[in-house]
């Protein structure tokens, strides 16, 4: 049930805070299981039609702060996040990977994570799998693929249409790739709740947590206006990186929360090629290649006018070209695997908490590797310009161009952006470093458990929204079985 | 934008308004096209990261509203 004009004392056995990949399927599995179940979201519950993919009016729906929010350091790191039901997954490209075994093994080695391993998770990731239809493109590619396929294959690279978590429409495009549309919490794990019994309470923030004799109390505000006060006997806290660790620091918890934020830094470039390659509704697709991760990848970017031309925005006439020759433009990313070199700290009097992260040398040794390597590929595909973004080499015509690029990314470039922020509550049995033990109770305090992104104990390398799913289900199921 | 930066953002914003004033004799909004465009380069390519970062904002935040109100 959608509550939407609730008391202002309620009560509930279990409370899950957040509705994003973690908290939703937690939320999934425990009303599945018959537990009774209160799904608190601080942002809206919007139809997934509400507004257009990537478009101002889905920062302004959608995102947390309008999409404008950063992560302060020497340069800052722009982030998004999303804030309404279903969190990051309404907003995020959906593109699928399960985090890599020699990762999952490294953070079962040096954070004592029990009953760990790639094996172990295999069940929780297939039966995410079954709920999220993880698929790559049904028949051609986007041209945006296309390009960075060819161009890897020249350059001796794999390139992969990586699986995402979309549905694929009847109707297709100019160029016969059929229309998507999200695969996303609302469209999943959120009605699966529902239908198990699951009550919803969204557009309500989390103020603290207290405890209450053997449970706990939760102290919130709903629409901005009304005061809530909810009892339950266990919580489930999964709001994301930031607002995770931020919600137990306000509540008074703070071992080992917040203090190793991580993030998966990112830079933009834009080719141009002679014939169009920028088509309607082509999105974001899922092309990757990945034979660098999980120190870094590359792949295909939102290529909207508006995004081409903030992504040219500092070139010589950059706007009127992503005006003038739109169709001809596309856009590439790379990313970079993070370090534990960030934090989070709640900030008293005031509702958002101030994000620190240091983009570290070897991040820096990656960006510029992965520019310089994606630089090539585009060329060998055929563009006939590649902007890079940096202030030396920043328009490369030729392969023998890319020579000049550095393998490291200048001090001062400053147009890092990043939409994968995670560890800020490690898991784990070893309490020098873990905020919370190997399934999501958090140490030192019973019926308090985080179960989302901020577990995860290093940056996986690849898109985190797989792996956040099994361990939320892997947890949830522990729980259930205890 | 987070709660945090909000009045400093005022202020900025107003400071940025001011400095045509200080360095062109007419606040900002009042200023030729062209000593618009001076003072954005001059602020843009600052080494001050601050007045970078501030550029860069109100030139996206433009650029998504203008563009996506062309495409439609």
Redesign the interface.
């Known amino acids: 049930m959608r509550i939407t004009q609730p008391e202002s004392f309620l009560r509930s056995e279990i409370v899950v805070i957040g509705s994003g990949p973690g908290g939703a399927v937690t939320a999934a599995t425990l009303a599945g299981a018959g537990r009774q179940v209160l799904l608190v979201e601080e942002g809206a519950d919007l139809p997934q039609d509400s507004c257009k993919p990537f478009?101002?009016d889905e920062?302004r729906q959608k995102y947390r702060?309008?999409g404008?929010?950063a992560a302060f350091g020497?340069?800052?790191v722009a982030y998004a996040e999303g804030s309404c039901v279903g969190g990051g997954s309404e907003v995020n490209s959906g593109i699928y990977h399960r985090a890599p075994p020699e990762i999952l093994d490294t953070w079962a080695r040096d954070y004592k994570v029990d009953f760990f391993s790639p094996a172990l998770l295999e069940s929780h990731f297939a039966a995410c799998e079954q709920v999220m239809h993880p698929a790559g493109y049904p028949a051609s590619l986007p041209r945006a693929s296309q390009i960075l396929r060819e161009g890897a294959a020249k350059r001796g690279m794999k390139s992969l249409d990586v699986p995402r978590l979309v549905d694929f429409g009847p109707d297709l495009d100019e160029q016969g790739v059929p229309y998507s549309q999200r695969r996303s919490m609302s469209a999943t794990f959120v009605p699966m709740f529902l239908n198990n019994g699951g009550n919803l309470l969204a557009a309500t923030r989390v103020e603290k947590l207290a405890r209450h004799r053997d449970g706990w109390e939760i102290h919130a505000r709903h629409a901005g206006m009304r005061s809530l006060l909810i009892r339950t006997d266990k919580v489930f806290v999964c709001a994301g990186a930031v607002h995770t660790p931020a919600l137990l620091q306000r509540s008074g918890i703070s071992q080992n929360v917040g203090k190793t934020l991580s993030l998966q830094p990112m830079v933009k470039l834009t080719a141009e090629f002679a014939e169009p390659v920028n088509f309607p509704g082509m999105g974001v697709a899922g092309e990757q290649v990945s034979e660098f991760s999980p120190e870094f990848s590359f792949g295909c970017a939102i290529s909207?006018?508006?995004h081409l031309?903030?992504n040219l925005?500092?070139e010589t006439d950059g706007?009127a070209l992503?005006?003038n020759r739109h169709r001809h433009l596309v856009s590439y990313y790379v990313m970079s695997r993070g370090s534990l070199n960030g934090s989070v700290r709640a900030?008293p009097g005031?509702?958002?908490p101030?994000v620190r992260y240091g983009v570290t040398q070897r991040e820096r040794e990656n960006l510029g590797k992965g520019i310089k390597a994606l630089t090539r590929v585009l060329l060998a595909a055929g563009a006939m310009r590649v902007f890079t973004g940096l202030s030396d080499n920043r328009v490369i015509e030729s392969l023998r161009q890319t020579d000049k690029l550095d393998n490291t990314l200048p001090a001062g470039f400053?147009?890092i952006m990043t939409v994968h922020l995670m560890s800020s509550c490690p898991m784990g049995e070893d309490q020098r470093k873990a905020a919370v033990n190997s399934w999501g109770r958090v140490h030192g305090h019973a019926g308090l458990y985080v179960s989302d992104v901020s577990t995860l104990c290093t940056s996986p390398g690849v898109n985190p929204q797989g792996t956040i799913m099994a361990l939320a289900h892997r947890n949830s199921e522990h729980f259930l079985k205890v | 934008m987070p709660d945090f930066l909000r009045l400093a953002m005022r202020v900025a914003t107003r400071s940025f308004d001011y400095w045509g004033l200080v360095t062109c004799g007419s606040r900002f909004q009042k200023l030729s096209g062209d000593l618009r465009r001076l003072q954005l380069d001059a602020w843009k390519n600052s080494r001050f990261d601050f007045c970078r970062n501030f550029v860069r904002f109100y030139e996206s935040l433009y650029l998504l509203i203008v563009m996506e109100e062309d495409a439609e």
């Open positions: 478009t101002l920062m702060a309008g404008i929010t020497k340069p800052s909207s006018r508006a031309a903030i925005a500092d706007v992503a005006v900030l005031f509702n958002d101030l400053s147009n």
